[in-house]
């Protein structure tokens, strides 16, 4: 599965009737919600890496990427936007690019 098609299906999702989805379901909770869930997640995938269980992490990792796209969807930011800002950046320097902020 892409990101993309992983965004389209959470989109496709929002306002689906939170019984048949979980998606559906983290979406009617709010933003407030998708992000706490999606810092557990991102917590947990931190813990893996750091035991150095690369299995744990795989599923941990997949967690995460899933739990942020959900989380912008909860704030109407999109996959594209996310991949636009990264356009942006590319060829600056990271360091030069914080110091900009």
Excluded: N, Q
């Excluded at 559906?24 to 933003?31: I, T, Y």
């Excluded at 796209?69 to 942006?88: F, K």
């Amino acid at each position: 599965m892409s990101l993309e098609r992983l965004a389209a299906t959470i989109a496709a999702r929002k306002g689906a009737d939170p019984e048949s989805s979980w998606t559906a379901k983290l979406l009617a909770k709010g933003p407030e919600k998708c992000a706490e869930k999606f810092g557990e997640e991102a917590v947990e995938a931190i813990i893996e890496a750091v035991r150095g269980d690369r299995a744990r992490l795989t599923c941990e990792a997949a967690d995460v990427l899933y739990h942020l796209l959900v989380m912008l969807a909860a704030r109407d930011v999109t996959l594209d936007d996310v991949l636009a800002e990264l356009a942006r950046r590319e060829g600056t320097s990271g360091l030069d690019e914080k110091a900009g902020r």
